[in-house]
């Protein structure tokens, strides 16, 4: 009778012993709420595609931060969904001084100072045709004229006191352009978070829908600058660029399929690394929870906790809010 040199099971086989050799453990402080703001008051619209999820007017937006207050949830990533009465060819409603995020964000701080708050930088709610940037006679996204409008974006934004700018439009160089624009706008503490590794991914549909730039797109795609689901040495290339020109934190997305290049993305470069689980990983997770084919609790945490142990320091998640109750044992 021969006997296993090592039992691994022998530190399982105990709660204490599993708690003390546990390496990463999910935390309220760990989750970034996301949100998508409409014009209106009292307005709660249900986004089909992502059961739970509303579009919140300004007035039920302060609810909610106030609920990822008490919740112990560092921050509050804000993203628009504009009437498509405002949307244009140039997206000029995206700089508006009193535009729908920039009000919401005015709102926002005035009752929750010390909660952070994110602000997408990027033309696709505000476009007729649900592209991020601007676009030429062939449809082409054109840089340089993009990053112009980005700019004044992220102006308007850090005026209205966003703490977080972040681009998730890909155009090369806009992460130096709006940081050279904030400094000598003097918004020297205004950060950015970049969306550094954004995959062209079938996984944003349902937010396409949040957002309202599913029909605008229609059967438009974002490949010229979103990239290949096949890279990863690319994201590596990317992040560096964005370190380089300024960006105070990076960004993976999408999240569950992308442990990988988060994985490397932290252990190359060290710096705040942050992971976006998109709108689709949340259907899918929703989805079969409703049917009773998943446990919701045990997956979410399930998949937030994979998401640290691969190297994120902070998740964007549309379950935030029920995380961190969970967390906290409500
Ligand atoms: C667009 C944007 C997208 C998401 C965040 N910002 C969609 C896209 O690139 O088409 C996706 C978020 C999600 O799916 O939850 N600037």
Request: aromatic share 8%; with cysteine; hydrophobic share 45%.
């Amino acid at each position: 009778m021969s006997y296993p040199s090592v039992r691994m099971r022998r530190m399982r086989r105990d709660a204490f012993s599993r708690a003390l050799m546990r390496e990463h453990t999910l935390l309220p402080t760990d989750l970034i709420m996301v949100a998508f703001v409409i014009e209106g008051e009292g307005q709660r619209e249900p986004v089909p595609s992502m059961p739970g999820v509303e579009r919140l007017s300004i007035d039920q937006l302060l609810k909610l931060a106030g609920e990822c207050v008490r919740l112990g949830i560092p921050a509050l990533a804000l993203f628009p969904s504009p009437g498509s009465t405002v949307k244009t060819e140039d997206a000029r409603e995206a700089w508006n001084p009193d535009g729908l995020m920039q009000r919401a964000t005015r709102a926002l701080k005035k009752a929750y100072p010390d909660l952070g708050l994110i602000g997408d930088v990027a033309l696709d709610p505000y476009t007729t045709h649900g592209q991020d940037g601007l676009i030429d006679e062939h449809g082409y996204v054109m840089n340089e004229p993009t990053i112009e409008a980005l700019i004044k974006m992220s102006l308007a934004q850090a005026a209205a006191g966003m703490d977080f700018v972040a681009p998730s439009d890909m155009m090369d160089g806009r992460i130096g352009a709006i940081r050279d624009a904030l400094e000598e706008a003097g918004y020297i503490h205004t950060r950015i978070l970049a969306y550094s590794a954004k995959y062209a991914s079938a996984f944003y549909g349902p937010f396409r829908d949040a957002v309202g730039s599913a029909g605008n797109l229609g059967k438009g795609n974002k490949h010229t600058y979103q990239m290949d689901v096949g890279n990863s040495d690319e994201a590596l290339r990317e992040i560096e660029l964005d370190i380089q020109e300024g960006a105070d934190a990076v960004m993976v997305k999408p999240g569950m399929p992308y442990l990988d290049v988060l994985r490397r993305a932290k252990d190359t470069f060290g710096v705040p690394t942050f992971v976006y689980q998109v709108s689709g990983e949340y259907a899918m997770l929703k989805a079969a929870a409703l049917n009773g084919w998943l446990d919701e609790k045990a997956v979410v945490l399930e998949s937030l906790t994979a998401f640290k142990r691969a190297g994120a320091d902070a998740i964007l998640t549309y379950f935030a809010i029920d995380a961190a109750r969970w967390l906290r044992g409500e």
